[in-house]
């Protein structure tokens, strides 16, 4: 699976970035999709998931401001970002696992990862 994200960029706090994640292969359905970031100097960390059946997670800091969707049509997903604040800045990105082999909660059978889009948020 090959994964390419989209949307990052600069903003102000309080401000809304729309994240996409483009997946190949035709067998993206099958796929649990999170989000990861990770900011200058810290690891890796998760943010939100959307299992195969549409089940979704997030870390407690982004919920009720961010929102993960998929279109299993366009092979892709989402993360929209609402209220974004300092403390989102980071490196964020796509991944996706298995959900023949790994249960959707937990971190562990993330083996596809994109490269990665920077979304910097000033105060």
């Known amino acids: 699976v090959l994964l390419v994200e989209s949307g990052g960029g600069l903003v102000q706090a309080g401000d809304s970035l729309r994240l996409s994640c483009a997946a190949s292969?035709?067998?993206?359905?099958?796929?649990?999709m999170g989000w990861f970031r990770q900011a200058p100097g810290k690891e890796r960390e998760f943010v939100a998931a959307?299992?195969?059946?549409?089940?979704?997670a997030y870390t407690d800091s982004v919920k009720g401001r961010f929102t993960i969707s998929r279109d299993n049509a366009k092979n892709t997903v989402y993360l929209q970002m609402n209220s974004l604040e300092p403390e989102d800045t980071a490196v964020y990105y796509c991944?996706?696992?298995?959900?023949?082999?790994?249960?959707?909660?937990?971190?562990?059978?993330?083996?596809?990862w994109g490269q990665g889009t920077q979304v910097t948020v000033s105060s």
């Open positions: 991944a996706a696992k298995s959900a023949t082999y790994y249960p959707f909660r937990g971190s562990a059978g993330y083996d596809y």
């Open positions: 292969g035709r067998t993206f359905s099958s796929y649990h």
């Open positions: 959307i299992g195969s059946r549409m089940i979704t």
